[in-house]
């Protein structure tokens, strides 16, 4: 069974910093593709950041300049690290895994719980 169990979240100030984690577990396909993903109160989750199987990685317009994402490959391990964090980042962060390039679209088969993260004014 896939299991993605992400970590990391949390309350900060604006112009804070966080990482965030995502351990992949029971996943056996020798090609993995991942993404974070965030959902604010009533909206479709949009991406954020992703990376596929080579390394190769995209960022939304959103993220872009202020976050990085990388991966640990022998620990199935997806970070992000998110700076300059503004109230409008308050959204439930979400990562993803497919064997398939998805990108930032939200096809992903695999999905984790997702991780809280609020910023104040």
């Known amino acids: 069974q896939v299991q993605l169990v992400e970590s990391g979240g949390g309350s900060v100030q604006t112009g804070g910093s966080l990482t965030l984690s995502c351990t992949v577990s029971?996943?056996?396909?020798?090609?993995?593709?991942l993404a974070w993903f965030r959902q604010f109160p009533g909206k479709t989750r949009g991406g954020v950041a992703g990376?596929?199987?080579?390394?190769?990685?995209t960022f939304a317009d959103s993220a872009r300049g202020r976050a990085t994402n990388s991966k640990d490959s022998a620990r199935r391990t997806l970070f992000l690290r998110i700076n300059d964090l503004k109230p409008e980042d308050t959204a439930m962060y979400y990562c993803a895994a497919d064997p398939e390039v998805r990108w930032l679209l939200p096809t992903y088969e695999y999905w984790g719980q997702g991780t809280q993260v609020t910023v104040s004014s």
């Open positions: 029971g996943y056996t396909d020798s090609r993995i593709c």
């Open positions: 990376i596929d199987n080579e390394g190769l990685i």
